[in-house]
């Protein structure tokens, strides 16, 4: 297709990939003088309804996703038997170039991408659609390092039915395990998981299940864990393998329940990691330099159950985890040299009860705090109420005041944090307060009919919604530019930052009038009697009115506007003259089939005499002479 211009107005310069479904190349706008991104669909396939359609609806979920992270779509269409998108071009590389060019990459690499694309696919999980096909040949890297998210190809709406018959849509490696189970009942959560996966891959250099063929790859994601990052990367951070663990739980119920979620983990992991965590150069890395040793690495923090072996003299606590508080008996200091002065009182008495009473001393102090006074408030995170009550009866310590505040990222009926907090040193029978999730915040619709469009934008905003797709329709009851409905309805409870979309008036039906053949003139006095605006479009066409008379009108006769609306003319230049056919001495069918041919219509005159004769004796637009297209030649018949 190279060299070719779609619809007249794309240039096709150079291709860039090809996939399953389309063909992506390079073009010119000519229109517009742009440089874009040009989806074809491969041929084939546009004789499929379906393929068609899934194609298409991508350029519907997307467009509806302004979002600086998400590839732009800027135009649908057709052109013969090609169907295209033009979307953004973006002038870099994808996050597949990048990992077969560098292998693995830092853990701060690793987020940098991850959490624009998270962004990007939160917007779309709060518009109510989901991707189903992360994986990283969809993850754009553009020159200047703005990270985009393409192909939305597989798109569907979260509430969407499908009537899938078994067909898996996605890449074997990235799904998750309920899209191989149970297609069509695929949310949010599928595009966490393949997130997962990507993350581990960015970290390792390789995908986490690998095998001969799919159906073994699909097994392994079916039936075993993804193993910890660390395993291949020693040194890693625990908290990456939290993260990477957490998106990629085969219980999807484990998993964040959509993308933004997930970002707010990666911003906690990032948060928690030190630079030398941040920065850390996996060996897996091939074109990056790597450090020296120990500024490149760090250990992974051990279990707080975990025995520390001995300290060594003069270590100091490896980290915060793992200090210890060890106090042992100072030794008797040397006696002091006798020396021959004057006689002295005897002190031997008294020195014996002070070394006494400091060794009872130092031994109830190190009785007190090492002894079963104090101890460790267990890890409750992410543990149900009662899990976390009996945590802490175990660890011989009561449960305090609980308090529930809502999360989008933690469970309902879990722990979001205590106080003290894990880890916190604190007395036996001393209690812990909780705070227990309560799920997502939830906000009713407000009721929005009758308001005007920003003002009912503005009510959402200020009840945590976000305002979406606009619709318009005709009503009789609501004034144009206001709220006619809303979905979901008033009072639904949603989640809070769910879109709402708008049904607005387009004000009372008008009944446009036929001003067909008539002067411009007489044609907007009429229009503007019904309420209407009035265009005149500057090109012309032939038609059977007399030149400068209306010719067509948009809406056309019959049809409905709202009052205000526009109706545009398009003037006559005339009836268009072509040549009779010569039929005279033809017979009377062959006749009026070649005039109808030509393009007019035909009359019969038959008379008395012609009721037995079959041959054209006379026409009344002689042969070789033009008439109006359209216009009727009457043939005698004798």
Known sequence: ???????????????????????????????????????????????????????????KSVARLAHPNVVQVFDQGADGSYVYLAMEYIAGCTLRDVLRERGALQPRAALDILEPVLAALGAAHRAGFVHRDMKPENVLIGDDGRVKVADFGL???????????????????????EQMEHPAAADARVDVYACGVVLYEMLTGDRPHDGDSPAVVLYKHLHDDVPPPSAVVPG??????????????????????????????????????????????????????????????????????????PAVPGDEPRDGYHRTSRLESPAPPPPAPRRARGRRAPRGPLVIVAAVLLVLGCGAGVWYINSGQFTQVPPLLGKTEAQARDRLEQAGLDTGAVGRAYSDTVKRGTVISSDPGTGARIRQNDSVKL???????????????????AKARTELKNSGLQPGMVTREFSDDVTRGSVVSSDPGDGTKVRSGSAVALVVSKGSPVDVPDVSGESPADARAALEESGLRVRIDSARVNSEFDAGQVARQSPAEGGQAAEGDTVTLTLSKGPEMIEVPDVVGAGASDATARLEAAGFSVEEDRGLLGLFGDTVKKQSVKGGKTAPKGSTITITIR
């Open 1 to 59: 297709m190279v060299g070719q211009v779609l619809d007249g107005r794309y240039r096709v310069d150079a291709r860039i990939a090809v996939g399953g479904m389309a063909t992506v190349y390079r073009a010119l706008d000519t229109r517009l003088d742009r440089v874009l991104a040009l989806k074809v669909m491969h041929p084939a396939l546009s004789a499929d309804a379906v393929f068609v359609d899934r194609f298409i609806r991508e350029a």
């Open 236 to 309: 890693l951070a625990y908290p990456i393998d939290e993260l990477v663990a957490s998106a990629t739980a085969r219980n999807p119920d484990v998993r964040p329940y959509d993308a933004v979620a997930l970002l707010a983990h990666a911003r906690e992991t990032r948060a928690a990691l030190s630079p030398d965590q941040l920065d850390a150069m996996p060996p897996q890395a091939l074109a990056a330099e790597r450090g020296t040793a120990d500024d490149r690495t760090s250990v992974i923090p051990r279990s707080l159950t975990v025995r520390q072996p």
């Open 155 to 177: 798109v569907r709406s979260v509430d969407t039915v499908t009537s899938t018959t078994g067909a898996v849509l996605g890449t074997v490696s990235y799904l998750a395990p």
């Open 435 to 453: 705070v227990i999730s309560s799920g997502p915040r939830t906000v009713a619709v407000p009721a929005l009919q009758g308001y005007p469009l």
